[in-house]
């Protein structure tokens, strides 16, 4: 492999949906492939047969894509180092353990799993470190022979080596050293003839020719099991990055049970993509300077690995709204404008009702106050419906007994405006304030209530000038007939 060559690997295992933990391993493969010319490649790990979820690929597969994270080999788009999916590279792996059972680095374990059950529990009460007691290191050939005669399942183990410091360098967390007195002999095959991770892992890394692993720091204690089957083989260890745990606010580990974290989710609930890969950028990353606001393509030039940092990242939510106000009002008027109707359409409305134009006006007018397109409906529903209540706070505080009467002059004299512009609405407004001899205010709150239903919103004279001259005289007449 030629040391320039960057390939990296983004490896789930399909559990369930993608976790935004995974969206950000994702993304940092990603980037780091694009911004050094290299590969990003798509590797499905599911030799673990009791933790599949059926449809879990597709929704990767498609999760991925939704993110624009689009990868150069894998599953579905095909590559010159498949298959990528573990579970069809089963004589692969068998055919790698039988070569370190050759070398005499591994071996058969025929324990029960009830012995190990009791061996683990009487480790615990003496309050030693878990680990295999090697029982079956030293079966003799015969042993090994009459079990295998007997039918008896058995997993394969690696024979770590004794006393030895497994020693690595990781681009994130520097150097890093580990006894082997705190590895076990792990399993490399399973009694299924699966392979467990460890083992599938270093042999796709190594055949695929991966050059850096990045991947989240909860697997930098997997490393030196990996760093012992590289050296087992007699492969070269790839690069390692391992990318800083996810945190809550109170900085308790963000777990994948709190539900709330798939990609899937935040998906649903109007994120936009864009939004969504900015903010996973941010965790644990970020430019060196105190700029925020990135696109995916500004990312990929930005983006090293050198400038991730070693503590946990904190994911905060009120970050990500604001990174969704932000993208969604810098997205170009046409495709809000598309994105609107969609949104119309989902709550069932029917949007031929409303011309290109006056969707537009409505977008103006709502940029600085949308965060998610359903704030358009949400806070802003009097644009497409004409209220249907008026927020009782708003009238005990803004309705005088004697707002009907102003409101029905202003209406008398918005009707007799010609094609009137929101400038001469305005103006009306205060020669009626004049006339009547009250303020401003008391006309201005009342009408916006009548034209609303609510207390706050846009300008006010840029709502009436969208509603247009009749709609606003409707509503200025519906609101005397119906508040008390
Ligand atoms: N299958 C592992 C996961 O689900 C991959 C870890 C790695 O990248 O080595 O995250």
Redesign the pocket.
Known sequence: MSPDKVRV?????P?GFLHVG?LR?ALFNYLFARNSGGKFIL?I?DTDRARYVAGAVDNLVNTLRWAGLDYDEGPVVGGDFGPYVQSERLDIYSKHVGTLMEKGVAYRCFCTPERLETMRKEQEKKKLQPKYDRTCLNLSEKENRDNLAAGKPFVIRMKVPDNITIKFSDIIRGDVEFSSERVDDQVLLKSDGYPT?HLA?VVD?HLTEISH????E??LS?TPK?VLLYAAFGWDVPKFAHLPLLLNPDRSKLSKRQGDVAVEDYREKGYLKEALVNFVALLGWNPGDDREIFSLVELEKEFSLEKVNKSGAVFNVEKLNWLNFQHLRSKPEDEVLDMLKEHLTGTGMDVSRYTDDYLKEVITAMRERVTFMKDYTEKGPYFFVPPAEYDPEVIKKRWKPESAGYLKRLAGLFLSLDNPGKIDFENALHRTAEELNISNGDLIHPLRLAVSGMGEGPGLFDIINILGKEETVRRINAAIERIK
């Open positions: 690997r983004f490896a789930p295992s559990t995974g391993t590797r790990e991770y892992n890394d692993v990045i991947r989240g909860e697997w997997s990996h």
